[in-house]
């Protein structure tokens, strides 16, 4: 069965430090990959997807990043943080029908 | 932005059928109509799909008008575990990258006892 994961579950950054996030996919190969945003109260914002290795399309400008540096590893990233990057960012892969989503990395930027 | 249009919230009692209604007027003859819920602090669980015909499997039932500018989503018999945000989305695709999904607001379903 396939399975995804993202860690770490939770982060406290500083303002201006850097950021990974890492979302991994068991079970199944070549997936399309998907990084959401939630900020508090709000609904879910698409942020980036691929379709392959190396391949990152974004739906919003920011000064976030993605990259897929193997088949069923997503990777989310920031050089320098701000106060409204702070969220909920979900990881999810799509199967024939609908897209499964990770557990979520809650991240409170300070 | 969403294509859909959903009420913020609703309630609904125990045991009790939950009909969550959604409007998506400009909706294209291609787009799916998929439903998700969110736990809070959870990722989003798909629900259900449908085209034009009315769908059911073991989570609920989604009934779309003729016209398909509007569904709803029914939870046949509530449980406290259906407190939920649900999403209604129209999408062309699988969820793959041609039909990538467009998360709205959607609606604050609170089962109560």
């Known amino acids: 069965s396939q399975t995804i994961h993202q860690w770490p579950a939770t982060l406290v950054q500083p303002v201006g430090s850097p950021l990974s996030l890492e979302c991994t996919v068991e079970?199944?190969?070549?997936?399309?990959l998907y990084w959401y945003r939630q900020a508090a109260g709000r609904g879910l914002q698409l942020l980036f997807y691929?379709?392959?290795?190396?391949?990152i399309s974004s739906e919003v400008p920011q000064n976030l990043s993605a990259s897929r540096p193997q088949d069923r590893q997503f990777i989310l990233s920031s050089k320098k943080l701000l106060l409204s990057d702070s969220g909920f960012y979900l990881c999810?892969?799509?199967?024939?029908?609908?897209?499964?989503f990770g557990p979520g990395t809650r991240l409170t930027v300070l | 932005d969403a294509k859909t249009t959903q009420p913020p919230s609703m309630d609904c009692a125990e045991g009790r059928a939950a009909n969550l209604p959604c409007n998506h007027s400009?909706?294209?003859?291609?787009?799916?109509v998929y439903w998700y819920r969110q736990i809070h602090s959870q990722g989003p669980q798909y629900i259900i799909h449908?085209?034009?015909n009315n769908e059911t499997n073991e989570m609920a039932s989604l009934i779309i008008t003729e016209d398909r500018k509007s569904s709803t989503l029914i939870l046949p018999h509530a449980t406290l575990r259906d407190t939920a945000v649900y999403y209604c989305?129209?999408?062309?695709?699988?969820?793959?990258?041609?039909?990538?999904?467009?998360f709205g607001k959607g609606t604050k379903l609170s089962v109560k006892p």
């Open positions: 999810a892969w799509s199967g024939t029908i609908e897209q499964f």
């Open positions: 079970g199944t190969s070549n997936p399309n």
């Open positions: 691929s379709v392959g290795i190396g391949q």
């Open positions: 400009t909706i294209s003859g291609n787009e799916y």
């Open positions: 449908g085209l034009k």
């Open positions: 989305i129209v999408s062309d695709g699988y969820g793959g990258s041609q039909g990538n999904l467009i």
